[in-house]
């Protein structure tokens, strides 16, 4: 069996999608309510069928080519946090969660795959909906596991835990089994970004690169009603100093041949990552191109499920459908 089907919602900058496009399968139908979002998806795949829409109004029966696919995958927004509790964003993050898993009612797919922050597999704060979502699913005739994967154990110079439902049809989920890791040394940063460091002729790029010698602390994209863009909070712009990189802000270019890095200085002394560098520390290829001003771009990256880790899921899933032990 080859050339399965999926439809993906809340698709952001394409992460998810293009890693299970990469595994093998087809896309139907993606959907997301950003703006820019969309345009990022279309001006990457034009041949994709794309639509501006949210998922809590989406009627699949206004668009039949949803029905009838192999897999639902959802790569819901990451703002769950300690910071976003009691606000509208997390109650949204919430319906979003709820609203994927009353779609697969409509849609019936083969397969979901659901991935979010790593709280989503194990904490509390989300028991509530992994009983919501037990019940529903088992009640459609499918059976799921939950677990948490980290990115850097696929190739991504990134420490970026998530959590993830990854729910099949009862009688092939038996061949179903998580994703084993890809790699085993972790990816740097400085591995990462050695030649795009250098692209511009900065003359300590070799020099950064030695001291970038760990994976990325995780990006955080943040919500659309928060402000300018950043590498995280306060945890993880600490770490980023430690390799020269001032985390309180994205750049707007590479450094070039007269940037003098002495993070002895402060943050004028340290580089700045650039949304196109951190598109690279999320796993996406240079050709792909995110759309919008650099706030909501940096958004568009810093939420998306790396491209690597969306591949390997896929390559889980397409195996168990596949009926492959």
Known sequence: MGGLTFVDVCSGAGGLALGLEQAGFEPRLLLDDDEQAVSTLRANRPQWSVLHADLLDFDPSEHPVSYDVDLLAAGLPRVKSSATVGRADSRVEERLLEATVYLVH??????????????????????????FAHAEL????????????NAVDFGVPQNRRQGVLVAV????????????????????????LEASMASRGWKD??????????????????????????????????TWATMGVNAHT?????PGPDFEWDPELGRDGMVKITVEQAALLQ??????????????????????????????????VLAALNGEE
Do not use: C
């Open 205 to 238: 790029a070799a020099r950064w690169t030695t001291q970038a010698d760990r994976p990325a602390p995780t990006l955080v994209g943040g919500s659309r009603n928060r402000g300018g863009a950043d590498l995280g909070p306060t945890g993880a712009k600490n």
């Open 283 to 316: 796993g996406f290829p240079e050709t792909w191109e995110i759309t919008g001003r650099k706030t909501a771009r940096y958004r568009q990256v810093g939420q998306a499920t790396p491209p690597p880790v969306g591949r390997a899921l896929g390559r889980s």
């Open 106 to 131: 409509a849609i019936k797919p083969r397969a979901v795959l659901i991935d979010n922050v790593p709280g989503l597999a194990h904490s509390d704060e989300y028991q509530q909906f992994r009983e």
């Open 169 to 192: 049809e009862r009688q092939r989920a038996g061949a179903f089994r998580p994703p084993m890791p890809t790699v085993k040394e972790p990816m740097t940063v400085g591995a990462a």
């Open 250 to 254: 994205v750049g707007d270019v590479i």
């Open 138 to 149: 088992t009640h459609l005739g499918y059976k799921f596991s939950w677990f948490v994967l």
